[in-house]
């Protein structure tokens, strides 16, 4: 089954102790990105990737890594979390590169708590 | 720059009526338009996308929208609400020139059906 899967869906932690939310996607993609979304901003964009070890900042990407050293995955790192990124994640991927028209596909979400 | 404004943060229909969910758009080139779904506790999927064909784009679930570019809306429709409608909508643009394929996402409708 085609599927993009994040890995914790549910991490509730403490100010300051880094953290990796991992997503994988097994459909070839070439593009993958993070996004948070909050209570009426909707999603923004944290970082994106358009190809193995090609990535960029979002318009969100404060306090926030990434890597992308296969195609398939590619982890958020949070070094050093705080409270304000209380959010739900989502990592989406598409296969092509080239326009925006290519259907994103997202994942079931990550649903972090910074204490 | 690319933005868009969803207007009605809730909307509540009863089963069989219709759905109307408003989404406005800014965008200083031609815009690529989407609306997603985000059913409980998942991740978003695509209902339908505008890609510069025909302004009357059929989705799923018996889902539509047309891209009105004189009153910059893309406005999403469904006749007959049913119960299993119930999720939050939203809507999104992209552009050729936009970095990194961005999708730019609105704040969100919540849709509420009542029996």
């Known amino acids: 089954e085609a599927q993009v899967t994040q890995n914790p869906r549910y991490l509730i932690t403490v100010t300051g102790k880094k953290l990796t939310v991992t997503c994988s996607q097994n459909?070839?993609?070439?593009?993958m990105s993070w996004y948070r979304q909050d209570p009426g901003l909707g999603l923004r964009q944290i970082y994106y990737?358009?190809?193995?070890?090609?990535?960029d900042k979002g318009d969100v990407p404060e306090g926030y890594k990434v890597s992308r050293k296969e195609k398939r995955n590619f982890p958020l790192i949070l070094e050093s979390p705080s409270p304000n990124q209380t959010s739900l994640y989502f990592c989406?991927?598409?296969?092509?590169?080239?326009?925006?028209?290519?259907?994103?596909?997202f994942g079931p979400g990550t649903r972090l708590t910074v204490l | 720059a690319q933005s868009v404004t969803q207007l009605g943060s809730h909307v509540s229909v009863s089963e069989g009526a219709l759905v109307l969910l408003r989404c406005n758009y800014s965008?200083?080139?031609?815009?690529?338009l989407f609306w997603y779904v985000q059913y409980p506790n998942q991740g978003l999927q695509l209902l339908l996308k505008?890609?510069?064909?025909?302004?009357l784009v059929k989705g799923i679930n018996g889902f539509e929208a047309e891209f009105k570019k004189s009153e910059t809306s893309f406005h999403l429709t469904k006749p007959s609400a049913h119960m299993s409608d119930a999720a939050e909508y939203f809507c999104?643009?992209?552009?050729?020139?936009?970095?990194?394929?961005?999708?730019?996402f609105g704040g969100g409708t919540r849709v509420l059906v009542k029996p």
């Open positions: 999104a643009v992209s552009t050729a020139k936009a970095a990194g394929n961005k999708l730019t």
């Open positions: 505008y890609t510069s064909a025909a302004t």
């Open positions: 965008s200083s080139v031609p815009p690529y």
């Open positions: 459909m070839n993609h070439e593009y």
């Open positions: 989406a991927s598409k296969r092509g590169t080239g326009l925006p028209t290519d259907t994103q596909y």
């Open positions: 990737s358009m190809n193995v070890e090609v990535t």
